[in-house]
């Protein structure tokens, strides 16, 4: 099993993307979720991915083009990690329900 997207945002392009598989998560939940990674893109640059790995375990992946000078790392990493305190409930829910639903995990 590979890494699944879950949803991307890239400053380059100025597109975002949600993973039509996870449709059925609520229409205000996608919303918050575009509202960050969207965010992080235009005040940080590059690309942010939000990724279930093969254990469902649920991160940021961020990257950006070689040539791209006004992408900050620093920022990036310190964005990232605010946003998983900000967002931990949310983050938490998410994963859950991937373990539950798409790994048939059971809830205890």
């Known amino acids: 099993m590979e890494e699944i997207v879950l949803a991307a945002a890239s400053s380059y392009d100025r597109k975002y993307y949600f993973n039509k598989e996870f449709d059925t998560i609520p229409d205000d939940i996608k919303t918050s979720i575009q509202i960050m990674l969207v965010s ?36 990036a990493h310190l ?24 790994l048939g995990e059971s809830l205890e």
Do not use: A, N, P
């Open 40 to 75: 992080f893109t235009m005040e940080i640059g590059g690309l942010l991915s939000l990724v279930y790995d093969e254990d469902g375990l649920l991160y940021f992946r961020t990257e950006c083009d070689e040539e791209d000078i006004l992408y900050d790392e620093i920022g």
């Open 79 to 102: 964005k990232i990690k605010k946003m998983m305190v900000v967002h931990q409930d949310l983050l938490e829910g998410l994963q859950l329900f991937y373990k539950v639903f798409y």
